[in-house]
Every structure is written in C-alpha cells, then in structure tokens.
C-alpha cells in the first residue's frame, strides 16, 4: 500500500501554474502568483497528464 502524504508520484512540488491553468479538485482558475502542488494524473491510452492544484485543495484530498 502507497502512503499519499509521501507518494512522489502524485504530488510532485509546490510552484506557480501555467497562465490559464484550472485546479481539477475545485474547478477554480489558478491565480497569477498563487501557490499550487504540481502531480501528475494516469489518463489511459498515453502519457501522465500534468495538472495544477490549489494547495489548499491537495490537503483537504489527502
């Protein structure tokens, strides 16, 4: 079993998101200069698809 808190895969940093960026948890735009957690999500056929959350929405997931 895989500890989230601790599973690099899923939660990579905290940065700052791409202009235009959606936080997929909340569906609210990220904000110029707001602090998000960057992961990336399995999206089958092809590639892990990278994604934005809002910090606060990554703690209240996990």
């Known amino acids: ?3 989230n808190a601790t599973d690099a ?3 990579e940093y905290t940065t700052f998101a791409p202009k235009g960026e959606q936080c997929p ?7 110029s200069l ?3 957690r960057r992961g990336t999500l399995q999206r089958p056929p092809g ?3 990278v994604v934005y ?3 606060a929405c990554t703690t209240e997931s996990e």
Do not use: K, L, N, Y
């Open 1 to 3: 079993m895989v500890d």
């Open 9 to 11: 895969r899923q939660w």
């Open 25 to 31: 948890e909340c569906r609210r735009p990220i904000e």
């Open 34 to 36: 707001e602090s998000v």
């Open 47 to 49: 590639p892990p698809v």
């Open 53 to 55: 959350r809002h910090s």
